[in-house]
């Protein structure tokens, strides 16, 4: 698959439910309202939906949601899925199948995971201080996904931590979470706040540029760029005292749209061509139409006949954010 500016489409990320556990403060609003069950595409739909895009070319697959772990028998989806890795016999299949977690879920599902044929994990971990978690969660407790990342190390599970910048609340901690990740054996991925859904709140107040962060890293941290690549928009520096990786994912500051090779798929059987734009494909239909795997594939091809170059995200202090409707919680990050 490829798009109109000739890139390939390797990597399908796909929301398997909207709901979440947690209410954290810069991905939506307390009292969300989820969308209705009747909607929603069931777990034999979603992995025949996958397995098309499987057969069109992807060789990653990340579940997300919302909270992909609160979906009821998650894993069979997964243990479907897994069954896609390992040696191309037919010139298609996975070499990666991965989640995003809030670690919430974990101690109950990384030995399944494992099993299942994941890998590695990106888990949602903003701060180390428990207080603070509950303040950025509503009400997640911290040793509940610290006790669910022990349990995707003893299982095997490599683990990559996603922390989003948050000005005035997490700034002061970000050299302690490099510390931390660098003594565990974590990665590190910081990321710029998204203008995506009605949050209650004003973008602007949490919006804290990557550029910044860098900054205050390298007054105590030696920080070496490295072309280190795995698959996402991060870009890579080895800190030079730990060993790790930490990425930086920059919407606004830099965006990384030009060498974009990912599309989204929601759990209602939507089609997200860019995660910063409107336009969407309605892949429901033509699954639920025929049997006929032709009729599903002409309509991912015409969905990515219509991948746009990049995204609108801005956020200014002179404007309003320009930003989209649909919460993040709908086609993950």
């Known amino acids: 698959m490829r798009d109109p500016f000739g890139r390939s489409i390797t990597y399908l990320r796909v929301s398997v439910t909207d709901r979440c556990d947690l209410r954290c403060v810069y991905c939506m609003a307390e009292d969300m309202t989820f969308l209705p069950k009747a909607e929603i595409l069931s777990l034999e739909e979603l992995e025949r939906l996958c397995g098309a895009f499987i057969r069109l070319g992807v060789r990653k697959l990340r579940?997300?949601?919302?909270?992909?772990?609160?979906?009821?028998?998650?894993?069979?989806?997964?243990?479907?899925?897994?069954?896609?890795?390992?040696?191309?016999?037919?010139?298609?299949?996975?070499d990666e199948l991965t989640l995003t977690t809030n670690g919430t879920q974990l101690a109950r599902y990384a030995a399944e995971l494992a099993d299942a044929g994941v890998r590695r994990v990106n888990v949602s971990l903003d701060t180390l201080d428990p207080a603070k978690f509950a303040a950025i969660t509503r009400w997640g407790r911290l040793d509940q996904v610290l006790a669910g990342i022990g349990a995707a190390q003893e299982a095997g599970l490599r683990i990559k931590i996603n922390a989003v910048a948050l000005k005035g609340v997490n700034d002061d901690e970000l050299d302690r979470m490099v510390a931390w990740c660098g003594d565990e054996g974590h990665d590190l991925t910081i990321i710029e706040v998204m203008p995506m859904g009605d949050i209650g709140r004003q973008r602007v107040d949490q919006y804290l540029p990557i550029s910044m962060v860098r900054a205050g890293l390298k007054r105590r941290w030696t920080l070496e760029d490295v072309d280190h690549t795995t698959g996402g928009p991060a870009r890579y520096v080895r800190v030079r005292e730990t060993g790790g990786l930490v990425g930086f994912i920059t919407p606004l500051t830099h965006n990384f749209c030009e060498s974009c090779n990912r599309v989204r798929l929601t759990c209602t059987g939507t089609l997200y061509m860019c995660l910063g734009q409107e336009d969407a494909a309605d892949l429901r239909a033509p699954l639920r139409q025929s049997d006929d795997d032709g009729l599903l594939d002409r309509a991912i091809h015409a969905a990515i006949a219509r991948k746009p170059k990049g995204h609108d995200f801005v956020i200014d202090r002179r404007h309003a954010p320009r930003s989209v409707s649909r919460h993040m919680s709908v086609t993950g990050g």
């Open 63 to 94: 579940l997300t949601g919302g909270e992909p772990l609160v979906r009821r028998n998650i894993m069979s989806l997964v243990r479907g899925l897994g069954r896609w890795l390992g040696p191309k016999d037919r010139g298609w299949g996975l």
